[in-house]
């Protein structure tokens, strides 16, 4: 059975994801509509701008299937607004706070060699572009990179969670380590 990764498609980077996903082996579907969440096995919420997310996400009546899903145990990645929709102020599926344009403004985007816990193979080029960061969690989240000592990726339960744009390079591991989520067997 091949995998199925829903990636939300309301507006954003969505189709770098989906290539990345592709290219991994797993089958995409793009996520408009309650309807569009049933048998996925993992959903990817990429980048893009929040509030306008945010009103797709009312205006498609989809906020209470996408908190199922996770509920569910559905492993999720959430990629620069991706983080910010996770958070508590928006879905509340992951116990912290995000600060938006954390960084500044799109003039004030940058790249940076990171290390990210639980990925091996040394650092990882993000990419950041009005990035925001973590401001605050709870004590079930676990923090996995930092820059100068903001965190920028963390995990909780099913969830991962990168303030920068993975789909954006052509180092896959950071979706491979969602796949990787999405193939353990569940408790």
Do not use: Y
Not at 109 to 127: C, H, K, Q
């Amino acid at each position: 059975m091949a995998l199925l990764i829903g990636v939300l498609a309301l507006q954003g980077g969505f189709q770098a994801h989906e290539r990345v996903i592709r290219k991994l082996g797993a089958d995409v579907r793009e996520i408009r509509t309650v309807a569009d969440l049933d048998g996925l096995h993992g959903l990817v919420i990429p980048g893009g701008e929040s509030t306008t997310m945010t009103l797709g996400i009312e205006r498609e009546g989809l906020r209470e299937g996408l908190r199922e899903l996770a509920a569910g145990g559905v492993p999720v990645l959430g990629s620069c607004a991706g983080l910010i929709m996770l958070d508590r102020d928006h879905l509340g599926l992951m116990d912290m706070r995000a600060q938006r344009n954390a960084f500044g403004r799109q003039l004030q985007s940058f790249e940076i060699d990171l290390d990210l816990t639980g990925l091996a193979g040394g650092p990882l080029r993000a990419v950041f572009i009005r990035a925001p960061w973590i401001a605050e969690h709870g004590p079930d989240v676990e923090i996995l990179a930092e820059v100068d000592g903001h965190p920028v990726a963390a995990r909780q339960d099913n969830m991962l969670a990168v303030a920068f744009h993975a789909e954006l390079t052509d180092d896959d591991r950071v979706h491979r380590m969602f796949l990787d989520a999405v193939l353990a067997p569940r408790s």
